[in-house]
């Protein structure tokens, strides 16, 4: 009996124990995540090169990306592009957070290099380019963290996500789907084809929602208009997480999230800013695209399509986002489109010569009475033969499109 006594106590010690070491934990974890700062050191996630001077403001920057690899797609494909580039800045003294979207095709340098591209090849150029033992993967990531920070004037990029389209999809069906007011049909074939999510508020899923966010069909505002979209449907999984619903799928959507997303967080950082995202207002997050002028270029004989940034409205965003004053950006001139050749098979448009019109014949003359005293032969008169119109000026090639206009400045 006296045996069977201390086993019933020493239980019951260990289950207080354990009672406690979850209950200090618990308050440890919401202290923290009511100070959030204190588990996230504002150091940049990838070390630059020597010689770079970051500029350290106010926020906390998180980039996220979206690459456009699929298991479909890994079929076809054995390189994928980072085609969703968005910063969340993230005060945590004044609880503030915006969106900043990097369009997939503006042009930049590429850092470690001297080569200008679109800044979602980045990764392409750091793959190839790996130092010696070095992970590809890592090395592709690394030289787009660095190309941001270029592009931001110096700002750190202090963490990172990653998820490719069918983890997102994934996500979003692990809470159950996400409710967006769609604006427009979205069609296929770049707009003019099938509708593949209908106009309206609706609950889309996993599949609806890829649909969604990737369409760039002009008549949903091309590029810029995908990027709003993007950043319209991750406020809508924010606000989802927020529900009776989303709270009820937080064990499944936690497992969607760890088998899916590639991060530089550890799990008690993800854990904090998971408190630190329930009490944010997701109505009052602020959300910029940074916007430019479309261009082709000839790049070694075909046209390739560049969206050159506004440096003006690139300062603006960033002082207004991150509190920072950077240098402007030091662009080289970006060559112009390849002229149209007439195909061989075709013979070009030529604008024909005008025929003249026919003179009516001349009218009879009557015979010229003779001078009574001719002082000499007569002399025949010559009719000069009449000037045809000259031949026209040959005009210019018509312009084959003109560029698109600038785009225009903030997004939400």
Avoid: C
């Amino acid at each position: 009996m006296a045996s069977k006594s201390r086993e019933k106590r020493k239980s019951s010690f260990f289950k207080k124990l354990l009672l406690l070491i979850f209950a200090v934990s618990f308050i440890a974890l919401l202290l923290i995540g009511s100070f959030p700062e204190k588990l996230f050191i504002g150091k940049p996630v990838v070390t630059s090169a020597e010689g770079v001077n970051y500029l350290w403001g106010r926020t906390f920057n998180i980039l996220l990306l979206g690459f456009d690899r699929s298991a479909a797609r890994e079929e076809q494909m054995s390189l994928f592009r980072p085609d969703t580039m968005i910063i969340a800045a993230v005060d945590f003294s004044s609880g503030k957070v915006s969106l900043v979207s990097i369009p997939r095709d503006s042009y930049v340098r590429i850092s470690g290099s001297d080569t200008y591209d679109k800044i979602n090849h980045s990764y392409m150029y750091g793959y190839y380019r790996k130092a010696e033992g070095e992970d590809r993967h890592q090395s592709g990531l690394d030289t787009v963290i660095r190309t941001v920070e270029d592009f931001l004037g110096g700002i750190p990029i202090h963490a990172y996500l990653i998820v490719d389209m069918d983890g997102a999809r994934e996500i979003v069906d692990a809470v159950g789907g996400v409710v967006i007011d769609v604006e427009k049909d979205v069609r296929s074939n770049y707009g003019r084809g099938d509708i593949l999510v209908a106009a309206g508020r609706q609950r889309m899923d996993g599949a609806a929602f890829m649909q969604y966010v990737r369409s760039r069909a002009d008549n949903l505002g091309g590029e810029r208009g995908r990027t709003q979209r993007q950043q319209k449907a991750l406020i809508a999984l924010f606000n989802q997480l927020l529900s009776s619903r989303g709270i009820i799928s937080l064990p499944a959507f936690y497992r969607a999230v760890n088998s899916n997303i590639e991060t530089s967080f550890n799990p008690l950082q993800l854990l904090v800013l998971g408190l630190f995202g329930f009490r944010l207002d997701y109505d009052r997050l602020e959300g910029y695209v940074f916007a430019g002028k479309g261009k082709l270029s000839n790049r070694d004989g075909s046209n390739i399509y560049f969206l050159v940034i506004d440096d003006d409205y690139r300062l603006e965003i960033i002082e207004l986002v991150f509190g920072l004053q950077v240098e402007r950006l030091d662009l080289p001139y970006l060559p112009g489109r390849v002229a149209p050749e007439p195909s061989p098979e075709e013979e070009p448009d030529l604008i024909p010569e005008p025929i003249p019109e026919e003179l009516p014949p001349p009218e009879e003359q009557p015979e010229p009475v003779p001078d009574p005293e001719p002082d000499s032969e007569e002399e025949t008169e010559q009719e000069s033969e009449p000037e045809l119109p000259p031949d026209p000026e040959s005009e210019p090639d018509p312009d084959p499109g003109a560029d698109p206009s600038p785009e225009e400045a903030p997004l939400i």
